[in-house]
């Protein structure tokens, strides 16, 4: 089979969906077929020749940073060139991991070759709408037209957890919509510098220490993890709060904690290195995290992986695997979250190995992944009608209305805005 995986995000941009895509391509190649990755330019990459180099199979599209993600792009040209090297490649299905400039290219690709396209939702975008132009292009509550109009012509949706499927259904979406747990793949025998970590953050070697990992952004809640900290250390008193990760709520968080004459207990490590991660969760005694916003949650495997416990705010996807105490706690607010840390803190036993771990990780494999998803492909292929009405050369209503209310307004440099003219006149000579 010849795949073809569209997304706006790809490495080196250091995302979820960044990860989901390239675990599922791998998983996909292991199993015996073609994944082509069309995705955007990145100022860290040197644009390779197709088919040639450490990308081979990876396609860039002429990109720019995106309105409120400047670490994240949107493509504004290319799309006569894509679908002709899809037509090349001769691809049997699309599957869009994004719901701007790539997945709009990956629908028009897929309407003109007449195959199924899938899609995985991968971001519950009312939770993130303020930093799209301060929240004046689209609003919490335009979050479900925008997202309907978009799905409206696919094939299939994967939903990553029980929150986002329950939320698709919400908005109307009718899609076969199976819930599929983006996979995880660890390393075997990564090395654990934990020791070594603890000297360089100046940290004693016994000295309690909570982690947050993640994106510092203010979805994120950290500012609660902060607050929480000034009772933590009442009775646990040389208690760290690590926050590694960078993002735009880190120096109101810094002054936050200042206020609270918590300097000396909470340390801003900034970004880390991937090679890192399992050692800032092995110099952890327990991972936190007070965010609401998690389609799924990757980091708190992450955590299981390196045999730490977590402490989280409900959510169905985490409900759902948290079964003992060795995985984590789950709880509701910041008095329950002060309890469950503390709890950790004063059991040293709950960083051992336990087998309720090990079950964990291997309902969430990535082998199992890439094998469900590839199941649902052929579902979808085998349902496919290529001359149904989804499968129209002309774009819906719905989806000409998502692209007015979305790009429409995007306030574009004048170089792009030039490209996309001259695009569209392409577009007018070729009828």
């Known amino acids: 089979m010849n795949i073809g995986l569209f997304t706006d995000t790809y490495f080196p941009q250091i995302s979820g969906v960044s990860t989901s895509t390239q675990i599922l391509a791998q998983q996909l190649e292991n199993l015996g077929h073609n994944v082509y990755i069309f995705t955007t330019t990145d100022p860290k990459v040197k644009r390779s020749h197709y088919g040639h180099g450490s990308e081979k199979n990876i396609y860039r599209f002429s990109s720019i940073p995106y309105t409120g993600f400047k670490d994240r792009r949107i493509t504004f040209r290319g799309f006569f060139e894509a679908i002709e090297i899809a037509r090349t490649l ?15 290219m990956g629908k028009i690709i897929a309407r003109q070759l007449k195959i199924p396209i899938v899609h995985t939702y991968h971001t519950m975008y009312q939770d993130y709408t303020h930093y799209v132009m301060n929240g004046r292009l689209i609003k919490a509550g335009g979050v479900e037209v925008i997202v309907r109009a978009y799905l409206k012509s696919v094939n299939g949706v994967i939903a990553p957890s029980q929150r986002v ?23 075997k025998n990564m090395p654990d510098n934990s020791a070594e970590l603890r000297k ?26 902060i607050n929480v900290m000034s009772y933590i250390i009442n009775d646990f008193h040389n208690t760290i709060l690590v926050i590694a990760g960078d993002g735009p709520a880190r120096e109101e968080l810094e002054d936050h904690a200042k206020a609270l004459g918590l300097n000396k207990h909470v340390k801003f490590v900034g970004m880390v290195d991937h090679a890192d991660v399992y050692s800032y969760y092995r110099m952890a005694d327990v991972f936190a995290s007070p965010s609401t916003s998690e389609s799924q949650g990757l980091t708190f495997i992450e955590a299981v992986n390196a045999n730490r416990p977590f402490v989280a705010m409900s959510n169905p996807y985490l409900n759902q695997i948290t079964k003992s105490k060795f995985i984590g706690t789950i709880v509701h607010d910041n008095a329950e979250m002060t309890e469950a840390i503390e709890n950790y803190l004063s059991d ?24 469900d998803v590839l199941k649902f492909y ?48 392409e577009a007018r000579d070729n009828k």
């Not at 040293?348 to 094998?371: C, M, T, Y």
Request: proline share 8%; net charge positive; glycine share 6%.
């Open 90 to 104: 001769r691809l049997d299905i699309i599957h869009t991991q994004t719901e701007f400039s790539l997945g709009l």
């Open 165 to 187: 499927y329950d939320t698709l259904r919400g908005y109307g979406v009718d899609a076969p919509m199976p819930i599929i747990p983006t996979g995880v793949s660890f390393s």
């Open 200 to 225: 360089t953050l100046k940290i004693r070697p016994r000295q309690p220490v909570i982690l947050s990992l993640g994106r510092v952004a203010f979805e994120k809640n950290i500012e609660e993890l």
């Open 348 to 371: 040293p036993s709950f960083k051992k190995e336990n087998p309720e771990r090990d079950r964990v990780l291997k309902e969430i494999s990535a082998e199992k992944f890439g094998a």
């Open 378 to 425: 052929q579902q979808i292929i085998n349902s496919f009608d290529p001359n149904g009405s989804k499968s129209s050369d002309e774009p819906t209503d719905e989806e000409i209305g998502y692209v007015r209310q979305l790009l429409g307004r995007l306030p574009l440099p004048k170089v792009a805005k030039r490209k996309i003219l001259k695009v569209k006149k």
